[in-house]
């Protein structure tokens, strides 16, 4: 009887879909993705309780969940004042070589050391909201790496963490669940090479591997010193994060080079948003060159302003193509704009890419932005600026699908080619068509996957059997450099052995014989 | 225009569901998963042609498919007594040491070398056969790499091939899609290890890590010279393997340890056989004990006979439980068979394993039989003859779920020990039901996501996007020591040159004391 009952308990278990989950989101475009998931999780009855701060660049309210906003010592205004400041220290930094590619990312990493601690003793130091947060005793936490505070207050309220992301900025999915980055064939951030590197690019990326577990104790200077005082115990994020239970990465093989994951990274490919038909002004504009079609330009959310000169580059080209343009732009401008062009303080991306009359996406190689444009079928001229731009757009240039345009030392002229290449060059399209196909063919969809995830986690509170044991060795025992040294010192003295008693025995042989002779 | 018509084209091509597969099989028990999917793939429209020899131990005609045989220069017989003799070579060797267990493996990879190849020279050389095979213009071909005859036929015909296994002999899974076995952490075939190893395992794992290229050149020995004859040009199946487009692995986390994979391969899971209710003599036996239930005994399908005096140590062990046995079993048997063992020629064993009354199940540990049994959340007692066995023994073992009893000094005592254990003590029927529940927890059903996969692969021809970059680098370049060699070159030369220039400058500097004090 007892075993029908187990049976029927377990049979329970397994069927049990919803369950309780704190969700604290990252800033920025960052939230695209968790936002749409936090909202199908509700409306399929989950209780979801997303906290963010009280100023932020993009958080809100999201359907079918609950909000709880925390007061924070920084105002909207000093964000961007500080994303500014941050993003004139390295756009239009040269990366021409290995090692100005290598300082730029250690400014970023320096940039986003932080800002990603921004929020974090507001949250952990409200003792009112955490005593909240305790009470409601969540089945589980979804989070976003990139951002410190819901890796730490999972930890703290010990329960079972998802991490929601697209890349890392220090490659923490790999090294927190002691997931091996090949040098050979896997290229590290802020390199910009492929998978198929030449003798030099795997030397330099070799010594990346070496380095980059320094790239994560940089980045989480503040942030590991704030989570060892607060959870009271000597820890760091990285060892904090080998705890999370999945993975969630909304890129996929359309863009990533194969290497090999661990079982609880999940590539669940990026959430495409709903497309929608463009406001009838700006479908009346693009429809304006008839058969040649418009070209959309943006540089993220984050940069819709140039130098002017830069600024009179882009349209010096843009005067010299027969497609109509829609820029995101509110910077100063020359005076003599061309009228194929179209400025706007925002544009609806998505849906102008989607629109059949798109022949072309200027962009700055975002992780959003550049799905965007494959799942569209768009070819791409990229300018990539900071972060993980210039990487993305390796991935997209080397299967033929783009070009890239350096901001560094942009003219008008190379601009133009690199346009009139992507859109006339219809390699580009055909190329771009079938890397569609294959993003937009998944055995199950990314939202679907992602809430699938969220739930078993839920479900099994975590999702231990997935976790490597890999995470129980140091960084010598995990590369056998303990076993490889006994191995050799084994090899060394059979050998040295082996020498001295073949040397010994001929010496006696050796000496025997002058005896006999004198005999 | 043109963008609109490419739009379309590809559109088309991403809904195509249906293509021409051509299926090679491996034979025995490796026909279970694959049959269902080419059942499956027939029903939902592809055209699929099952290639098999007219002799063999379970192949056969399959549902809404094309079969199409091809005469062998063996009989079943033949097969048979190949089989029996090769058991009889290593069912019952010691295995308590770690050179036992590695000569056994070399045992079983010489027999193997010999059964992989049998039927490969009658299929290539079989002119019309290869004629018709080839005029039908297949989009893929499905196999078991197990054998050998359809990974050489998929390269012959230049076709995407997808292969379908539970794990493979030599590893080929891991080695052709260069994907690391972190010796640390990923135990080797036939080494018994779990992922947890101390140091004298982690030498010895260290150890097979260097050796498992071997086991494949061992393995493969014959074929790689039928292959290199037949497609004249010197290859290896490894080498034809690496150009698999996907790997499907009818395993999955509840037994294998967690560690990195290649995307292209695909921990889909078994697919479960359907559960069908017991004849009513069956029926009525298996009831008789009533609340405590029934043990279900077998050794898989190619044991069913024991030395007769085991086979009395297996009895003398039923005798003293209150259970009934139902053991499928044809040989020879001591005269005072108890009355609550019932012997069978062949018995239905997953439906034996749903039975609410099933309350341990004595098994070899195949991985067909492990997983029901973990399908069915019955503890197991385990006795391992050869192949994988062992090691998915281990597995569910470390997971609490099952004992192990070595057939070579067992003895009726241990056997009651063991079957006592799992069935009176309530850790291992909770922990079996909890790994039940978590292997039927999958995002999409086993038997959905091969057939996807398969259909994935004909309709994109392939999955080159899929395939690692480390198929293009050699052995000392995949591990970077050519690179971690220059480094090293680089590290001494600057630190001779330096302490060269110090003992230079620290020279002038002592030679010129002197000279001062004598002036």
Known sequence: MT????????LFLGSVQTGKLLVIPADGSHWNNIKSLVEELGRRGNEVVVVIPKESLSLGPSKHTTTLTYPVNYTVAQIKKQIASNL??????????DLARFQKYVLMIDALKVGSV???????????????????????VLTDPFECVGVIVGEYLSIPSIYMQGNHPCDAHFLATKSLSPPSYAPHL???FTDRMNFWQRGVNTLRYFLQPMACGRLYTHADRIASAFLQKETSMLE????????????DYATEFPRPLMPNVIMMGPIAPETKPLPQDLET??????????VIFTLGSMVSELPEVKAGQFLEAFRHIPQKVVWRYTGALPKDVPKNVKLMNWLPQNDLLAHPKAKAFITHGGTHSIYEGICNGVPMVTIPLFGDQADNVQRVVSRG????????????????????????????KEKMMKLSVIHRDHPIKPLDLAVYWT?????????????????ELNWIQYHSLDVIGFLLLVLVTVVCVTVKTCMFCFKKCFRVTPKKKKE
Do not use: C, P, Q
């Open 190 to 192: 802020a390199t910009h």
């Open 118 to 140: 921004k929020n974090v003793e507001s949250l952990l130091f409200n003792k009112d909201l955490m005593k909240t947060l305790i009470e409601w005793e969540f089945d589980a």
């Open 88 to 97: 004139s220290n390295y756009i239009g930094v040269d990366t021409s070589t």
């Open 401 to 428: 699908v783009a070009e890239t345009v350096n901001i560094f030392d942009l003219t008008s002229e190379k601009l133009l080619v690199a346009l009139r290449k992507v859109i006339n060059d219809k390699s580009y």
């Open 285 to 294: 504009f693009v429809n304006g060159s008839g058969e040649h079609g418009f």
């Open 455 to 471: 739930e078993y986690v839920m479900r099994h509170k975590g999702a231990a059997h997935l976790r490597s044991a890999a995470n």
């Open 3 to 10: 075993g029908v009952l187990l049976w029927l308990y377990f």
């Open 240 to 251: 904090i994060m080998s705890h999370a239970a999945i993975w969630l990465e909304y890129i």
